[in-house]
């Protein structure tokens, strides 16, 4: 009970400053693995079927849309036999 009151304690005061930080623009992602998701999709596939290919941490980098090193795209097409488009697109801001 004491750490689910301190859990939600935290995750209050963690909101409260971030309503206190001024605003700032939000600027849209250039990196978007939709095509990856969908790709997995089509196939009946899960994200955590691509472990044993990139790892969990690179696997968590793309639910974040964070970048990936370029030689784990080259892995998955390999592991997927598909193009970059298939797992990646790159847009300009």
Known sequence: MLGDLQGW???????????????????????????????????NMKLKDLYKVCGKSTCAKFSKGESVRLDTIQSLCNFLNVDSNQIVIITPD
């Open 9 to 43: 304690v935290i995750s209050l005061y963690n909101f409260l400053f971030f309503l206190s930080q001024p605003f700032t623009e939000v600027k849209v992602k250039m990196i978007s693995y939709e095509p990856l998701f969908n790709t997995l999709k089509e196939r």
